[in-house]
């Protein structure tokens, strides 16, 4: 299994960009690195994706080195609405039931 | 566009009992998902399904089956429930794509008493 690991849980407040880095020592040359929010009650939401260097889109920027072990999701000026529960998940779609979700990132911002 | 719908929102089930969790996707994806979440833990994959007609076994099978008749709909199968089965079970789907994104559904939340 293509395995990551997070920290539990951050702590920001308000108008801070956060950056949260996921360990994925043994990702594959396939792999693709995606990044997931939830919140409670709800069925996790995609945020950003991409395979090396640096990916941007209207949300979040991710950022992955060349070794491709590591990678830092950034979330530019957090508000409230963006406390939830981030994952990092590494895998691609034609190998599916390799890859595991594992327990996030509990992002918790305060005003 | 509804994307993907989970029937029911929630259930009761006595130890022993038999269900059937519904997801439905109208984004003609190939490849679709069965998750459960127990609380404060993340999801783990328990079958999956790479088109019609085709399942396989995720993480955590053991205690259910599934089956992909009609490629927008997946079926979750608990054949005799057990208290261990409690959980939320979230379906999800995703296009033939390399990349990993996938769609999510609502949830199903799951009591088994």
């Known amino acids: 299994l293509a395995k990551t690991t997070q920290p539990i849980s951050m702590d920001s407040y308000e108008g801070q960009e956060v950056n949260i880095t996921c360990s994925h020592n043994?990702?594959?040359?396939?792999?693709?690195i995606t990044w997931y929010q939830q919140f409670p009650s709800q069925g996790p939401r995609f945020i950003i994706q991409g395979y090396k260097t640096k990916v941007t889109n209207e949300v979040a920027s991710l950022f992955i080195p060349a070794d491709r072990k590591s990678s830092t999701l950034s979330l530019p000026r957090v508000s409230l609405s963006d406390t939830a529960v981030y994952y990092c998940?590494?895998?691609?779609?034609?190998?599916?039931?390799?890859?595991?979700f594992g327990d996030g990132t509990t992002l918790t911002v305060k005003p | 566009n509804a994307g993907v719908t989970q029937t029911p929102k929630f259930r009761v089930l006595k130890t022993g009992q038999s269900m059937t969790l519904l997801c439905a996707q109208d984004?003609?994806?190939?490849?679709m998902y069965w998750y459960r979440q127990d609380p404060g833990m993340g999801l783990r994959l328990i079958h999956y399904s790479v088109g019609e007609g085709t399942t396989a076994k995720g993480e955590v099978p053991d205690g259910y089956n599934v089956s992909r008749l009609k490629k927008q709909n997946f079926l979750l199968g608990l054949e005799s429930a057990a208290p261990s089965q409690t959980s939320v079970y979230f379906c999800a789907s995703s296009p033939p794509t390399p990349s990993y994104e996938q769609y999510f559904g609502p949830g199903t939340r799951l009591t088994v008493t």
């Open positions: 043994n990702i594959a040359t396939n792999d693709y």
């Open positions: 998940l590494v895998g691609f779609n034609t190998n599916a039931g390799k890859s595991t």
């Open positions: 984004m003609n994806h190939e490849y």
